[in-house]
């Protein structure tokens, strides 16, 4: 995985760095609303859009869940698409604290290139949004295959240390809009990626961050599984791992979003504070 660059970087970092690295806007959104809709009402001067459902992603299936990864081909020609070359480094930002551009800095780093989330996102820079199209040259982006070594299917997933980055009522089963069947994944872990984070999108202090890993009995990444609803947000918390010095995870895509679609597969829930079994 690409180590010459953290896997967080500040906005003072990026203008000490004009010009030497691609800012790539990757605001999507759960509810369907259109991240190109925001970028082109305003993005951070000389970002280019880069479209999760797109170029992130392969076609979603209950086999595969909602954000599979794209075939290798697919993703390098949205890179290409987008003026980047196998050489540049890329720094990634949303309007979510980072939860959702961690998908392309995950990918990239995976495969070896050197990218980063901007810490703060939109907010960290203090300037007015531009309206500004880039118009880049076409990049010479190569695909490669994505690393088994930093991914777990499904039967992975539910016989190793799972980490789960969804939001903690949907860990619990308390409520999940969105997948079929509400709980997690028989024995794993809590760790939202969103309580990593300050109310303006900002990571919170190392020490706090660590603790939220460590109350969940984390303290390595090595060995470890990270899921979330499809294979987005869990990439924040395997990002920050990285960035807190424990090491790399493997990333379950699928997620429970695959995971809640095989009904031949137990769950868990949480009813007051108790751990209910469903075969």
């Not at 925001?38 to 000389?46: K, M």
């Not at 199209?133 to 992975?156: H, K, N, Y």
């Amino acid at each position: 995985m690409g180590d010459e660059l953290k896997p967080f970087v500040d906005w003072n970092w990026c203008a000490a760095r004009a010009g030497t690295f691609v800012l790539a806007d990757c605001r999507w959104y759960l509810d369907g609303a259109s991240g190109l809709d925001a970028y082109q009402r305003g993005h951070l001067p000389g970002a280019v859009f880069m479209d999760l459902d797109r170029w992130l992603s392969g076609p979603a299936s209950p086999e595969a869940g909602r954000n599979p990864l794209p075939d290798p081909e697919v993703f390098a020609e949205g890179m290409r698409e987008a003026g980047i070359n196998d050489s540049d480094t890329v720094v990634a930002y949303d309007d979510a604290g980072g939860v959702i551009a961690a998908r392309l800095v995950w990918m990239l780093r995976s495969t070896g290139h050197n990218a980063a989330i901007l810490n703060g996102g939109m907010g960290a820079y203090s300037g007015e949004p531009s309206t500004d199209t880039p118009s880049p040259g076409r990049g010479s982006f190569t695909a490669g295959a994505w690393p088994s070594r930093f991914i777990a299917d499904i039967s992975e997933a539910a016989s190793g240390a799972a980490v789960d980055a969804r939001n903690r009522y949907r860990f619990e089963g308390r409520q999940d809009p969105i997948d079929p069947r509400p709980g997690h994944i028989p024995g794993a872990v809590n760790v939202p990626c969103r309580e990593n984070l300050d109310a303006a999108g900002y990571l919170l202090p190392e020490p706090k961050i660590r603790q939220n890993f460590e109350r969940a009995g984390v303290v390595s990444a090595p060995g470890t599984i990270t899921y979330c609803g499809s294979g987005v947000t869990a990439c924040h918390n395997l990002l920050m791992m990285e960035h807190l010095g424990m090491g790399h995870g493997k990333l379950f895509v699928g997620g429970w979003s695959q995971y809640g679609h095989a009904m031949d597969r137990p769950v868990e829930i949480l009813l007051d504070h108790s751990v209910l079994h469903l075969e």
